[in-house]
């Protein structure tokens, strides 16, 4: 195998396509294309060994991601395994992966007793329309914090002080530490929690509220709901919204001990546990240097 110093930019870029949603998405139908083409560009060893599998190098691949090229998916995963699946698998928490707020998608939202949100940003992301996002997860949330390699925390300390911020030391036994706590936000705005809601979501919160719904059509039971929506006392709205988020996802199949490479993929694509056993019972296949012939 090649050493730990070797790898170009382009090859960890490369090597880091493997871990989205598309490639996932072909392994469940046991096309493993796109791997046999990172082991033919640049690990061929990997053919002659015996009883090799794909998890196994994916594994590989994302030991050296770790250690060379931290891009969001890494950061993202291992911020997961550190810091939120104890809380998650403890049951009575729920995480999102890309939740949308308005016209910003935030990295990672958790709800238990309050409502977070998590900004991640890698050494390749810059600040542009941070600014933006922050005002929309201001509108949301009780706690926001960005997540940020060590060295980029003068790039983003200036940002409000409410604004919390956790450090991603990698080489330390504590790799994520908090920085600067986040200050609590209790005055949500209730037009963006409305919009945030479905449809099913807001007439249900209305009728535990009210007790019963309005006189409405499908035309008009988004503002008819609103109206009522508006009348909540801020901290109930708060204590309603996180309610319906913790119940609005299946759980997800997270995993502390076996496989953590895999939690934010599973994650991503709302994997239950069936859907991960089915996922990691296709990636326990083995490499077979014939596919390689027959696909050359």
Sequence with gaps: MASTSSFSINQLR????????NQVKSWFKNDFTSIYHKIIRYDEDWLTMDNTTFVEYLRYVYKILEGHYQNEYIFKNSFLNECLIQEVNAGDS??????????????????????????I????????????????????????????????????????????????????????QVHRKAIPNSELDKNTIMKVLHTHEYK???????????KMTSFNQ???????????????????FISVMKARQKPIALNKKHYKEFNQMSLALKLSTADRKALMDHLKSPIKP??????T
Aim: glycine share 4%.
């Design 14 to 21: 490369d090597y880091s396509s493997l871990f989205s949603r």
């Design 94 to 119: 729920q995480v999102f992966s890309e939740f949308r707020v308005g016209n910003s998608v935030a990295d990672l939202a958790m709800f238990n007793g309050t409502s977070k949100v998590f900004e």
């Design 121 to 176: 940003k890698t050494e390749m992301d810059s600040a542009k329309r941070l600014d933006f996002q922050l005002v929309n997860y201001q509108r949301a949330f009780n706690e926001i914090y960005l997540v940020l390699s060590e060295s980029r925390l003068g790039q983003y300390e200036h940002f409000g002080k409410e604004i919390g911020i956790i450090l991603y030391r990698p080489d330390s036994n504590e790799k994520f």
């Design 204 to 214: 249900n919160l209305v009728k535990r509220h009210f007790g019963s719904l309005p």
């Design 222 to 240: 988004f503002e008819r709901c609103r109206e009522l929506i508006l009348q909540i006392p801020n901290d109930e709205l708060n204590s309603y």
């Design 290 to 295: 014939t596919h390689v012939l027959s696909t």
